[in-house]
């Protein structure tokens, strides 16, 4: 028990009796006291079917820290759905959760002297904004995943909620009817569950796993399963060891297992969400990472998992191949994974592989031979250039074209590039720039996942490429560049980009590149002024005025 709750609740005896007595209105008895106190941060909501299902999850985990001898706290989180948010201003609101989610748990676990906290999230952020509450508070910690939604079925073929957003941009070029369209919108998502590909919400919870956070396999399994509560009970008992032995995130959440995380992702084809995240959580943890080691382990690592959105396969087809163990085992017998690095379990990396076998079972084709990987290298590339001279990051899994050169088609906003798109007006070759979108300008970042996947839907995904300062859903894929940095609204070049300049995207060199003299950029520059703010009150201005750059991970406690 940590020394705050210990010198609170029970050495001091009858002049903390008011404390005591609040205690037991809530089910304290004698005994109690003597037990940890352990928080358990329950993201449930029927918002959105990834958090649907985690109010059984979270009466699991109490079962299991009374089991285990601690004395369990629950308190909700919040969360908002990217995927009902998409496309409109509540995306906005999506990056600015992680924040709230991590500054929520934080404010319960300190304002309450807990002892530990398990916190059980299932959407895009709550991942994160948990991994960046452990890491500030530094009290025992364990990460819980609601799991992974079932995939949808129309006629044969697997389906998620990309699938959805592409039929639009297939609807809008002529290539299906209505009848089809609706179909897919009502077979796409069958039930409780995040996304089903190797989308932001998985590739986190994946990353977590990797980073020894929560327990081997949990990341991928599906919400449905009985296993998923079972593993969550497993993971309250590993929780009141961990608190038993004092250990602490930022023992866990060092540098070998933030390289552990990202080299995971690249073999899994992850998000580029993924980016964003990591940076932000080493910020918490005091962990050195910048944009140039993605870039450096991607080098080293190849994509080994044939998944969606670019891949055939969803999560719960991964997971039966093996899953993330899996992909850690043959990663680590290459030398390409730190198996010195701690878990929660207090065993290292290498420890709890020892069982794991180290080559993809016979019979599927999800998780590759080593020998013959989906692509060489991993598909998350950081690129800079004079667009983006703090990086930018592009997905270049499934690219056809790594490199493409055309006139820009210049918007100021996700509306008014979807309209361009679904309207026709977009034509192979073109470079579509949409800005005043990133962290402070948009504010809030917003994923970019309907014009990317208009594109996809109307053809365009190998000779169309799409630039913002903003980001991109997991399930995007093509030639599409995001987190451009410096952003729009803080004077970045991509501010000065002008309707028919010629841009170049060359994922081999990493280079962004806008082909305009110097001195003619100066000169623009000197001529442009800062839009005036969006919001000028509540979450969102304070967010806008508080956020780092994306190439900082676009956390908001950097300069206090």
């Not at 592989?353 to 692509?375: C, F, T």
């Not at 004079?386 to 493409?404: D, F, H, M, R, Y």
């Amino acid at each position: 028990m940590s020394e705050n709750v210990r010198s609170q609740v029970v050495t001091q005896g009858p002049a903390r009796s008011p404390n005591r007595a609040m205690l037991r209105a809530v089910g304290f008895s004698d005994n109690d006291f003597t037990k940890p106190i352990v928080g358990i941060a329950n993201g449930f909501s029927t918002i959105t079917p990834c958090n649907m299902g985690l109010d059984i999850l979270a009466k699991r985990a109490e079962s299991g820290v009374e089991n285990a001898g601690g004395m369990p706290q629950l308190f909700g989180t919040i969360t908002i759905s990217d995927g009902i948010s998409m496309g409109t201003e509540g995306m906005k609101y999506s990056l600015v959760s992680r924040e709230v989610i991590a500054d929520a748990i934080e404010t319960v676990c300190n304002g309450q002297s807990l002892d530990g906290v398990l916190a059980i999230g299932g959407c895009d952020k709550n991942m994160p904004g948990a991994a960046i509450a452990m890491a500030r508070m530094n009290i025992p910690a364990i990460f819980v995943y609601g799991g992974t939604i079932k995939p949808g079925n129309l006629d044969g073929r697997d389906l998620t909620i990309v699938s959805a957003f592409e039929a639009v941009g297939e609807y809008s070029a002529g290539k299906i009817d209505e009848k089809e369209l609706l179909a897919v919108e009502r077979n796409a998502c069958p039930g409780a569950g995040s996304c089903g590909g190797m989308y932001t919400a998985n590739t986190m919870s994946s990353a977590l796993e990797a980073m020894g956070m929560s327990l081997m396999y949990s990341s991928t399994m599906a919400a449905e399963d009985a296993e998923k509560a079972e593993s969550t009970e497993k993971s309250a008992e590993v929780l009141l060891n961990a608190i038993r032995q004092q250990i602490l995130p930022r023992q866990i959440l060092t540098r070998k297992a933030f390289e552990n995380g990202i080299a995971v992702i690249m073999a899994l084809g992850g998000s580029t969400n993924a980016v964003l995240h990591l940076l932000a959580i080493a910020h918490a943890a005091g962990v050195p990472l910048t944009l140039d080691d993605f870039e450096s382990i991607r080098t080293r690592v190849p994509v080994l998992c044939d998944l969606k959105p670019s891949g055939r396969f969803v999560t719960t087809q991964f997971h039966q191949a093996g899953g993330v163990p899996l992909v850690m085992k043959m990663l680590l017998e290459r030398g390409l994974l730190h198996g010195d690095a701690l878990t929660i379990t207090g065993q290292t990396v290498a420890e709890q592989l020892a069982d794991i076998p180290s080559q993809p079972p016979a019979g599927q084709e999800v998780i590759r031979p080593w020998d013959k990987p989906m692509y060489a290298q991993g598909h998350l590339a950081i690129l800079k250039g004079n667009l983006a001279t703090e990086g930018a990051v592009a997905k270049i899994s499934g690219v056809k074209t790594p490199k493409i050169s055309g006139p820009a088609r210049v918007f100021d906003s996700e509306e008014d590039c979807l309209k361009a798109i679904l309207d026709g007006q977009i034509r192979p070759g073109d470079i579509v720039v949409v800005r005043y979108e990133g962290p402070k300008g948009g504010p809030g970042m917003r994923e970019m996942l309907a014009p990317t996947s208009a594109i996809i839907g109307a053809g365009l995904g190998d000779s169309v490429g799409l630039i913002t300062d903003g980001r991109f859903s997991g399930g995007t894929y093509g030639m599409v560049v995001g987190h451009v940095a410096p952003e729009a609204a803080v004077g970045g070049t991509i501010a000065l980009v002008r309707e028919g300049d010629t841009i170049t995207i060359d994922a081999h060199q990493s280079l962004l590149h806008l082909d305009v003299p110097d001195g003619e950029l100066v000169q623009r520059r000197a001529n442009w002024q800062p839009p005036a703010p969006r919001y000028t009150k509540g979450v969102m201005a304070k967010f806008a005025k508080l956020v780092s750059s994306s190439s900082l991970g676009a956390v908001t406690d950097l300069a206090l």
